[in-house]
């Protein structure tokens, strides 16, 4: 309510944000093919123009609303927004645009980290020194990210996911929206009515309501590891393996740095240390 009440309609955007392999292509297609704003489809249309009324830029496909990621880029962590824009938001009110910010439970998005890591940068390998956490001597090992002309350092990988969503859920004093990567393939309609609405929108009522159902991740920079809408529900549904496949050391590392407010918040837990299964979420 406080995005809606602060901002008018026909101003009122909205973008993905979250870390690498977090889900914001997923999101950022489901609110795409399903939502929109009103007030702007009133006064641009649904696709275009392309420029607003004083001839700036919108961005392709973005008028109704629905823009491809926050004005600072998607990826770029919140402390950032006001240092950094993208090509097509240089002009683009940042208070206008309501985040939507995507994460995947820990333990799921650091296997997906070893297996494409984009701009975080640690010594690891994807099959048997991954994700990496701490070295023999229980040293932890530290991960550099690069943001454009911006560079992070962090404790380690788990760090990271902890240091990146802080700057949302403990920092900002602005309204954003935290949508489980999870609840996006399972609960994918629910969820995008949800953000729809919350943000100002509605739902698209001149068609049936679009899945995604081929692999959100298009275009190079993505690397390999897509996976379909079905091939997705297979995998999410699985329990976690124990210590999620980690050797004692990483899982032991895992334990001791990931955020328990935050997992606790979101419904995620730890992996059990045995035999014992677990999908490492909860109802939420």
């Not at 997923?26 to 009133?42: A, D, F, G, S």
């Not at 009324?53 to 990826?75: C, D, L, N, T, Y």
């Amino acid at each position: 309510p406080r995005f809606r009440d602060a901002i008018a309609g026909v101003e009122r955007n909205m973008g993905c944000s979250g870390m690498f392999n977090s889900g914001t292509n997923l999101v950022t297609q489901l609110l795409k093919e399903n939502c929109k704003i009103p007030e702007r489809v009133e006064k641009y249309g649904f696709d275009g123009p392309f420029h607003d009324s004083q001839g700036k830029p919108i961005g392709p496909g973005e008028a109704h609303g629905i823009r491809w990621q926050v004005p600072w880029g998607k990826h770029m962590p919140n402390n950032y927004r006001d240092d950094h824009s993208t090509k097509w938001a240089t002009h683009i009110c940042k208070e206008c645009v309501l985040p939507i910010v995507t994460v995947r439970h820990p333990y799921q998005w650091m296997k997906a980290m070893c297996r494409h890591n984009y701009n975080a940068f640690w010594p690891h390998n994807d099959r048997d020194l991954c994700p990496n956490l701490v070295n023999p001597r229980h040293e932890n090992i530290s991960v550099r990210v690069k943001y454009d002309k911006h560079e992070d350092h962090h404790t380690n990988l788990a760090a990271l996911w902890n240091d990146w969503y802080a700057k949302y859920y403990q920092d900002s004093t602005d309204p954003y929206i935290m949508v489980r990567f999870e609840d996006a393939i399972f609960h994918a309609k629910n969820v995008t009515y949800q953000i729809c609405e919350c943000a100002g929108g509605k739902i698209r009522s001149d068609r049936p309501f679009t899945y995604i159902t081929s692999s959100a991740k298009d275009g190079p920079g993505h690397g390999n590891d897509r996976t379909n809408l079905f091939k997705a529900w297979v995998k999410y549904s699985q329990p976690l393996e124990p210590k999620a496949g980690f050797d004692d050391r990483d899982y032991e590392g895992a334990i001791a740095t990931l955020d328990a407010e935050l997992m606790s918040r979101l419904g995620y837990e730890h992996p059990a240390p045995g035999n014992t299964e677990s999908t490492g979420q909860s109802e939420v």
